[in-house]
């Protein structure tokens, strides 16, 4: 391991994302040393597709290894909370998936015990790392699109007909819905632009299983609105566009930006800010959680505790008006 950080890392879940981080692990220094599935043998299959260290054939056997620093949640939403508990008590990091939790309150509480215990917390919002967002950012905060006035966005593709009512994009006892899943990066991009909004409204169409399967929400703010859309009901562009007073900034595929263009007033292209990403995307990410592990650091200043309580909070307003409940929940807004 001559020449890596030695931060070791423990993948719980062996699932569809844990293998794109696990891909991009290997071009960031980071250890990929453990795995963790409810199934021994699928711990030890993904083991081999991507050569960590050990397998466990359960969590907790893992959450047990002291050689664990830093462990990746990579379950549906509704198991992050007790995950991350239980990661806490066995004093490891936590980078955990997106939706952090299922409300704001569950997020309130990860957080104030892993402060208790000086525990690193990040939510794994891949898309505000990446370098073309920190490069689009710079050029608003400079003017370069004047006084910002609106925002859209769109986050949908087409799941409903080929998804059972078990799929966790569906099944309400795994968190299921667009909001958590994918309405959360339009909600994310609106706030790294524009903050927090002063009024929201939305409509929202169900799936059978009570899961939001779309949504449209506008946020009000000072001087500006937005637009978002998310929905698995359509094949609508993914995409988003943040207009000024001087000129727009189009951003295609967004949440995984690798290219985003300045116009001007005419529709003329001013720039274009381009970079591919290194591996998949998730690895800028994961170096700034080493980064901050290395420094001795308990929060990312990119994706700080409060903006994952404030997407929450966002988000649980929204399901409280449309009364979208998650089972067994008790405290939302
Ligand atoms: N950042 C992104 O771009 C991105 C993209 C997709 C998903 N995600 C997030 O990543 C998380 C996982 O999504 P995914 O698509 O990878 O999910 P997935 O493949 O359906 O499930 C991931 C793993 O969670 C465990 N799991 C699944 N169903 C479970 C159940 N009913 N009870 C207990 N554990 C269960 C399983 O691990 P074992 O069988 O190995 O124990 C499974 O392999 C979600 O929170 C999602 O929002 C993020």
């Known amino acids: 391991m001559q020449g890596k950080c030695m931060i070791r890392f423990g993948v719980l879940g062996a699932g569809r994302i844990a ?13 990929l040393y453990a795995v963790a599935s409810r199934d021994g043998l699928k711990a030890a299959a993904f083991k081999e597709d991507f050569q960590f260290e050990v397998a466990y054939g359960s969590y907790e056997a893992m959450l047990k290894d002291p050689l664990v620093d830093c462990v990746y949640i990579a379950t549906p939403h509704a198991f992050h909370y007790e995950q991350m508990l239980a990661s806490i008590e066995h004093g490891k990091a936590i980078l955990c ?10 997020a309130e509480i990860v957080f104030a015990r892993a402060k208790a215990k000086g525990v690193f917390v990040m939510e794994a919002m891949w898309s505000r790392f990446l370098p073309v967002l920190r490069e689009a950012i710079t050029h608003v905060e400079a003017g370069t699109l004047g006084d910002l006035t609106h925002f859209e966005a769109n986050f949908s593709f087409k799941a409903d007909h080929k998804l059972s009512d078990q799929s966790r994009l569906f099944n309400l006892a795994l968190g299921g819905g667009a909001l958590l899943d994918i309405g959360i990066y339009p909600i994310n991009f609106a706030h790294v632009f524009l903050g927090l909004p002063k009024h929201v409204d939305a409509t929202v169409t169900r799936h059978h299983t009570g899961a939001d399967l779309s949504e449209v929400i506008t946020f009000q703010y000072d001087k500006a609105t937005a637009r978002l859309t998310a929905g698995f009901d359509s094949e609508a562009p993914i995409e988003a566009t943040l207009y000024g007073t001087k000129g727009k900034l189009h951003m295609p595929l967004f949440w995984a930006l690798e290219k985003a263009i300045l116009y001007d007033m005419d529709d003329t292209v001013v720039d274009v800010i381009e970079q591919p990403h290194r591996i998949n995307g998730f690895e800028y990410q994961i170096e700034d959680v080493i980064a901050c592990l290395q420094a001795g650091k308990l929060e990312s200043l990119v994706m700080p505790h409060q903006t994952t309580l404030d997407m929450l909070g966002l988000m649980d307003g929204l399901r409280a008006a449309w009364d979208l409940k998650y089972p067994g929940e008790s405290f939302f807004e």
């Open 19 to 31: 293998r794109t981080f696990s891909e991009a692990m290997h071009g960031t220094e980071g250890v």
């Open 97 to 106: 998936e997106k939706a952090f939790t299922l409300n704001r309150h569950q």
